[in-house]
Nanobody
Framework: QVQLVESGGGLVQAGGSLRLSCAPS????????MGWFRQAPGKVRTFVGS????????RYADSVKGRFTISRDHGKNTVILQMNSLKPEDTAVYYC???????????WGQGTQVTVSS
């Protein structure tokens, strides 16, 4: 059973940085895409970015391009979301997701709260 565990959320002032981690377990992820999504209060869950576990190719939502970076740490078997120049509108619960390449995201973490104060 695939499980995803996020960590690293918290409260930060606008302009600051936070680093989220996602630790997948219970499967072989060489053919997986790992993604990050977020959901603000009263809004739908939206795509933030993704990375191919094996090839390292990344995609980002326009709203975070140039500020957020997704990377892999194979030694620690984690996926990192580095968030810089944070804005109040980045406030949301952030979710890690995983799925086989081309098949969408069908595994989700429990979410971690990120709050950016102005």
């Amino acid at each position: 059973q695939v499980q995803l565990v996020e960590s690293g959320g918290g409260l930060v002032q606008a302009g600051g940085s936070l680093r989220l981690s996602c630790a997948p377990s219970g499967g072989t992820f060489s053919n997986y895409v790992m993604g990050w999504f977020r959901q603000a209060p009263g809004k739908v869950r939206t795509f933030v970015g993704s990375i191919s576990w094996s090839g390292g190719g990344t995609r980002y939502a326009d709203s975070v391009k140039g500020r957020f970076t997704i990377s892999r740490d194979h030694g620690k078997n984690t996926v990192i979301l580095q968030m810089n120049s944070l804005k109040p509108e980045d406030t949301a619960v952030y979710y890690c997701a995983a799925g086989e390449t081309g098949k969408g995201f069908n595994y989700w973490g429990q979410g971690t709260q990120v709050t950016v104060s102005s």
